[in-house]
């Protein structure tokens, strides 16, 4: 008879790996003697940009750079005012949030929907104000926000839509694919997420000013005529003349947010095997609640819902009349990686900016920080570490009885 699992190195939360074709591209890559923006960058930013029903992406250094300049290009172009307003869920990574204030507007805070918890549609007019501009939904865990609501309150108050997809790719909502519904939508390629290149992240639009605007907002504000090193090449002479005036010349405040070649072309790799990283993502998630599912007396487990996809970036519990400190602690005494449910306002910084009982004011948002905790889905996961999760977690309800 087979021993037990029992892991004797954590079990991590999230997790990658770099196979054969991500070495060969590096490998063009460095052959080719080009580190700047070029033909990889460009390639990555096509595939995915295509793949997400959108014309445009501008890939950056991050996702919290892309939703960054996302705000920054929308505020130019639309003449919005520092001190006005964005719509924000209360649960979301404070990046979310931090790059409203960094753009000198003010984030105004709505609960989440206690099901999917994401932004919920039903608390967001109250929140409106003449200031507001922009409502700002977040797709968390891999499971896309409710964005027809979303939508219609948008189109209702003219509103502007940046849809923080940083945790969400490949998914559909009602057919279509987040990222596609807003003015700008922003993901991201961080280590911990679906495509990983160790840094980056894409902002996608339809638009073509804002597309503009934000690449020289990821180029330290430069002059649109210049804004990669081939824009000088195979002009006439007029037209070299009036780049190379202008090559140096910067038109706004910006930012050195720029990826690489190397970031685009594991990208690239990475994004050919999307489908298998999808699928397996779900084969586990599909294991955890069938195998928990006995525990729904105690745990909320993650929906399936029939009008969108859920690709699981990660698998969210949260405990339903129980702080979620116990189980988390029983967990990693036994090598299993817990995370929070990325708490969002009771943060130092956000008690200090916004008040220190702000929390209180969003009650299913507080029920999450306490209560809720997440565990790996990547599709690295062993099956042998996959059953040992399930396993404990019972191990732990056992003892409560």
Request: hydrophobic content about 40%; aromatic content about 12%; overall charge positive.
């Amino acid at each position: 008879m087979a021993k037990d699992f029992i892991p004797n190195y954590q079990i991590g939360s999230a997790g990658f790996h770099f196979g054969n074709k991500e070495r060969r591209y590096i490998g063009e890559v460095l052959k080719s003697h080009r580190l700047s923006y070029g033909p990889w960058s460009k390639k990555f930013e096509e595939i995915f940009a295509k793949e997400h029903d959108s014309k445009f992406a501008v890939f950056s250094n991050s996702g919290t750079s892309a939703l960054h300049m996302a705000l920054a290009a929308m505020k130019e172009e639309y003449g919005w005012k520092d001190g006005d307003e964005v719509i924000v869920p209360a649960v979301t990574f404070v990046a979310t949030s931090n790059i409203v204030l960094f753009n000198n507007m003010r984030p105004v805070f709505v609960d989440v929907d206690p099901e999917t918890y994401n932004m919920d549609p039903s608390k967001i007019e109250i929140a409106i104000t003449k200031k507001t501009r922009v409502i700002l939904p977040v797709h968390l865990f891999g499971m896309p926000a409710d964005m027809d609501p979303i939508m219609k309150i948008a189109h209702k108050y003219k509103l502007r839509v940046i849809e923080d997809s940083c945790e969400c790719m490949f998914a559909k909502y009602k057919g279509k694919k987040v990222g596609s519904f807003g003015d700008v939508g922003c993901f991201s390629t961080y280590i911990a997420h679906f495509l990983v290149t160790g840094v980056g992240g894409l902002a996608l639009t339809n638009n073509p000013k804002l597309a503009i605007l934000m690449r020289s907002f990821m180029n330290h504000g430069r002059d649109s005529i210049y804004l990669n090193i081939d824009a000088d090449k195979g002009l006439s002479r007029k037209k070299l003349e009036m780049v190379v005036a202008k090559r140096f010349s910067f038109v706004r405040l910006g930012h050195s947010m720029r990826a690489t070649e190397l970031e685009a072309a594991l990208g690239v790799a990475q994004f050919e095997g999307r489908r298998e990283n999808i699928k397996k993502r779900r084969k586990i998630a599909a294991y955890y609640t069938e195998h928990l599912s006995d525990l729904k007396d105690y745990i909320q487990l993650p929906p399936i819902l029939p009008d969108r996809d859920n690709n699981f970036m990660m698998y969210p519990i949260v405990l339903k009349n129980m702080s979620k400190k116990n189980l988390v602690n029983f967990l990693e005494s036994r090598n299993i990686e817990t995370r929070e449910m990325v708490p969002l306002i009771n943060q130092p910084i956000y008690k200090k900016l916004f008040g220190k009982n702000l929390e209180l004011h969003f009650p299913v948002a507080h029920w999450i920080n306490n209560n809720g905790f997440y565990i790996g889905s990547h599709p690295y996961l062993k099956t042998e570490e996959v059953r040992y999760i399930v396993k404990t977690i019972h191990e732990f309800f056992k003892k409560k009885k």
